[in-house]
């Protein structure tokens, strides 16, 4: 009889670790669902739609999204944060291919300054649209992203256009950079502040306007290689 009490007393013990460890675990789960980035977004149901750019386009949350350069390898864009790339963009505003068009004094390539004009925007889309403003930049960049484009192929000593598909990475990365030069040019020598144009440009490719830059430039690179097929 005691053995027998002994036993059942043990298991009690047992089953109820389990149960602790279990509700350990639950509230584990909830903590990491309920972790949001910059404690400000909550990224947990924010949808990449696009099956090709769904690999690259990081929506880790983190209360700091600066990889320090540590990422070097092969498409190690991929482990960046969106946010990041983003602001390391934002950067070299005046950049045209292999040429500085403009630039100004209030770039100096500051990090933190740079991620403050990210944040002042994405404060300025919540105010505009009432919704997750990351949402909204992934969705901005899904529907102003390139499918096609041109490149120049040699042939018998003649140089000849030729469509081709852009790569997701590559999508990923134009695109935002296609939505900071036109936000730069429309606020370089001009009222608008730097945030109020990148917030405007990202709204207008979000609801697919014409009148957004990088929507733009998308019609154009893909009218090229329609014409070049």
Known sequence: MIEQEFELQEGAEVQGDEGLSQIEELEMEKAKEGFKLFGLYDVSEVKVNDPGMKKYINLEPKLSVKSHGRIREKFGKAKVNVLEVFANLIAVPGHRGKK??????????????????????????????????????????????????????????????????????????????????????????????????????????????????????????????????
Do not use: C
């Open 100 to 229: 500085h068009k403009i630039q100004t004094a209030w770039k100096t390539g500051k990090y933190s300054q740079n991620m403050k004009i990210v944040m002042d925007t994405l404060k300025i889309i919540e105010e505009k649209l009432k919704i997750n403003p990351v949402q909204v930049l992934v969705s901005a960049i899904e529907n102003a992203a390139p499918r096609d484009g041109v490149t120049i192929i040699e042939y018998g000593g003649a140089r000849y256009p030729q469509a081709v598909d852009i790569s997701p990475l590559r999508r990923f990365t134009m695109t935002l950079r296609y939505i900071v030069h036109g936000s730069y040019d429309k606020s370089f020598n001009k009222k608008t502040k730097i945030e109020r144009a990148l917030a405007d440009e990202i709204v207008k490719a979000y609801n697919g306007d014409g009148d957004s830059y990088s929507m733009s430039k998308k019609k154009d690179s893909e009218k090229q290689a329609d014409s070049a097929r």
